[in-house]
């Protein structure tokens, strides 16, 4: 079963504590990608990546820092998080390539305090 | 960036009534997809359109690509509790095919 699989679910920390959220995906496919989704807001994409060492910014890539070393996984990270990061991420990869219908995971709800 | 206009932001029916929603944008899409949002989850596909005009149904949900390539609705018949969730139209600009997009959700509440 296809399945992309985020860690943790739920983040409680303070501004200024680096934390990474991790991301993984067993469809062998090239293209991840991360979204942050706020209220009135839909899902606003961070950062993609489509293909191993190659990563670009999305719509809101500000504070935010990606890695893919390997194919499988794609971890968001917060060098220095700030309260207006308080919201629902999202890691997705889509089962049928670039552009088809993204798979997403259960999302993670961090919140910075 | 791009983003899809999605409306309404939220509904609120009685069971076994019928919803419309719709997203457009300023730009052409080369594909429309339907998404639904349960709590704590994430959003999960519900139907994928690919050609200007097509109208596709899955059960009671009927989505159509619309003909100039920059909306979309999608219609629920016959209401029931469990289609409560948030809705989401996205879709890949056809400028560029690695950016997808979404709207900002129709929030459905169903009262039994």
Redesign the interface.
């Known amino acids: 079963e296809a399945q992309?699989t985020q860690n943790p679910r739920y983040l409680i920390t303070v501004t200024g504590k680096k934390l990474t959220v991790t991301c993984s995906q067993n469809m062998n496919h090239e293209?991840m990608?991360w979204?942050r989704q706020d209220p009135?807001?839909?899902?606003?994409?961070i950062y993609?990546s489509?293909n191993v060492e190659v990563t670009?910014k999305?719509?809101v890539p500000e504070g935010y820092k990606v890695s893919r070393k390997e194919k499988r996984n794609f971890p968001l990270i917060l060098e220095s998080p700030s309260p207006n990061q308080t919201s629902l991420y999202?890691c997705?990869s889509p089962p049928r390539g670039?552009?088809?219908?993204?798979?997403?995971?259960?999302?993670t709800r961090l919140t910075v305090t | 960036g791009q983003q899809l206009n999605q409306s309404p932001q939220s509904m609120f029916i009685q069971e076994g009534e019928d919803v419309s929603m719709n997203c457009t944008s300023s730009s052409i899409f080369n594909t429309w997809l339907w998404y639904k949002q349960e709590p704590g989850e994430g959003p999960v596909l519900l139907i994928a359109l690919y050609k200007a005009g097509e109208l596709t149904s899955n059960g009671r949900l009927t989505a159509q690509f619309g003909i100039t390539r920059k909306d979309s609705f999608l219609n629920i018949s016959a209401s029931i509790p469990s289609d409560v969730g948030i809705y989401f139209c996205a879709g890949p600009p056809i400028f560029n095919n690695n950016d997808m997009r979404f709207g900002a959700g129709t929030r459905l509440t169903v009262k039994p």
């Open positions: 992309v293209y990608s979204y009135g807001l839909g899902l606003r994409q993609y489509m670009d999305g719509d999202f997705a670039v552009g088809s219908p993204l798979h997403f995971g259960n999302g």
